[in-house]
């Protein structure tokens, strides 16, 4: 069988550049369903992009490769698309945008508009090996009991990274990558909770407050969620993506708020209150007992000093931590890391060294914020591969 362009893999990236690749379409994945990642994500409701989507929000070795994609093909191109197939939406907190109903409607749409494309889409369709000759790629595919081999033309990699492996992530397009020529940057889970010795936390599991995570390198300020293997939530996802095994990360327990001068004026005005009362004001409860284990919160706030005061504010927005490491792969929502941008043109996502190669989504070393980014580069990364291809 010949076909002008194959798609490896039928997730966000690869749906919709097929809907966009030009006639001759090919789209291949093992899965039994397309969008699998696009139908768990966001709860079931799918955080499609984001309203503030800007490349600050996106790591890789080369800081520049996603600039010219996201500017082509932006948030507000996305939401029309969404809108044109009258898909209602909300905005929750810092521009994330989801569906107003199920996942599967982003599915659907994807799906309809490779039809009206005239695409094809095999699925339970695994990928036995890939040569190039003569300007073509030659595809094995094993599919219903059977191999078969389909040549093509052009050969996109979107098949992800390796995030979520029981929905079946390998990193094939990685090995495929490197097959050709390809350099791969280091990959490692990302917007991932982090896991801490011992069950520290364990006492407090399900406690959720607002704070800022921050180390040398980026800082958040979103919720922070304590769990019986370690910390999760927002702000904890995305601090994980700029942390590294054995360093520590900080948290400010008050971000936006001056400890100081609200415990200096709680003691002019109710000095019999308890410190800890007063800090249950401001914190979760169980959380407030969890820190008394480990700091000095006795007495009343007429009792302290101003240098008390000053050492509990050191410690309560300066709570140095030291993770153990993520939980890896298994629960990470992307991956940090892949294919290495310099081998592909930025404007095209094809190879500079191998025509009619191209790689696009989660496959490249692009990550994105939590909040949609990731999204955000899918349909963007793959409608520059799509364009180029067709013509």
Known sequence: MQVRTLILGAGAAGMMAAAHAGPGTL???HAASPGEKI?????GRCNFTNLHCGPEAFLGANAHFHKSALARYSQWDFLDLVGRYGIAWHEKTLGQLFCDGKATQIVDMLRQEMTQAGADLWLKTTVAGVTHADGRFRVALDREGRRETVTAGALILA?????IPKMGATGLAYD????????ITETRPALVPLVFEKGRFAGISGVSTPARLSNDRAGFDEALLFTHRGLSGPAILQISSYWREG???VANLFPGTDLSEVLKSARAAEGRRSLTTELARHLPQRLVAHLGESLDLTGNLADLSDRRIAALTESL??????PAASEGYRTAEVTLGGIDTDGFDSRTMMSKTLPGLYAIGEALDVTGWLGGYNFQWAWASAMAAARHRAG
């Open 27 to 29: 789209v291949v994945d």
């Open 39 to 43: 139908r768990i994500s966001g709860g």
């Open 159 to 163: 098949t992800g990274g390796k995030s």
């Open 176 to 183: 495929l990558a490197r097959q050709f020529g390809h350099a």
């Open 247 to 249: 360093e520590e990360i």
């Open 317 to 322: 927005t300066g709570w140095r931590l030291k």
